[in-house]
């Protein structure tokens, strides 16, 4: 499996709390236990090395409902490898990394309240909003040398305000306390935009899909 794919993995599951992996030919299986997503298939290449072969057959075997694909080339080839009992999120997410540092971690906008606080091996952040309401969110895993950031968010009433940023850079200075380096993370095209602007750079694009039983 790719060093970096294999990175997202572990912290994945730990930010998750889903079952260690399995180690496949092809990758690797994680059971995530929650409805509208119980298991995952993650494959272990990138780019031109992603399998069809291996695509087709994991994709082939599935039956169950909610169980997803995550492949690391566009969904404009991966759907090609894929029946129409799949559904394919026609934006591609992207596998990006950075390298981790003491940064300064900026100031909290006045009105805002931050707080941080770390469980089962997770770091989390919240930033709420004057009025108590969520302003930002996000959560950190440091598994060793790398660690993956995980559920970024913004609410739409709070954007443009520097509030991602502000997570993001808390975070990655959580992680290198706790002796990450690299950070890792799967973003979307929107998330991708933030996270260039703050020294992430994409080294795969990924395809996410679920089957679902056709009607």
């Known amino acids: 499996m790719e060093a ?17 992996p399995v180690t496949e030919p ?25 399998d069809e ?23 404009s080839v991966v759907a090609g490898w894929l029946d129409e009992s799949w559904w394919i999120d026609p934006e591609p997410g992207c596998l990006m990394t950075v390298p981790l540092a003491a940064d300064d971690v900026p100031d909290v906008p006045d009105g805002y309240r931050l707080r941080t606080w770390s469980r089962g091996g997770v770091t989390r952040v919240l930033v709420a909003a004057p009025d ?5 969110r996000g959560q950190i895993a440091p598994t060793g040398e790398t660690a993956v950031a995980d559920q970024i968010e913004t609410a739409p009433g709070h954007r443009r305000r520097g509030l991602g940023g502000l997570v993001m850079r808390t975070l ?40 679902d039983t056709p009607a």
């Open 172 to 211: 990655q200075h959580a992680a290198f306390q706790q002796g990450a380096r690299t950070g890792v993370l799967s973003g979307t095209p929107a998330g991708r935009r933030l996270y260039e602007a703050l020294g992430w750079e994409a080294v795969a694009l990924l395809t996410s899909a679920r089957h």
């Open 26 to 50: 092809w990758g690797c299986t994680i059971d995530v236990g929650a409805i509208g997503h119980v298991t995952r298939h993650v494959f272990g290449a990138t780019g031109e090395d992603l």
């Open 132 to 136: 108590g309401s969520l302003a930002a």
């Open 53 to 75: 072969t291996a695509v087709r057959k994991v994709a082939g075997d599935v039956t169950g409902d909610a169980v997803w694909l995550k492949a690391f080339r566009d969904p």
């Open 4 to 20: 970096t794919v294999r990175a997202w993995v572990d912290g994945w599951v730990v930010s998750r709390g889903a079952a260690p």
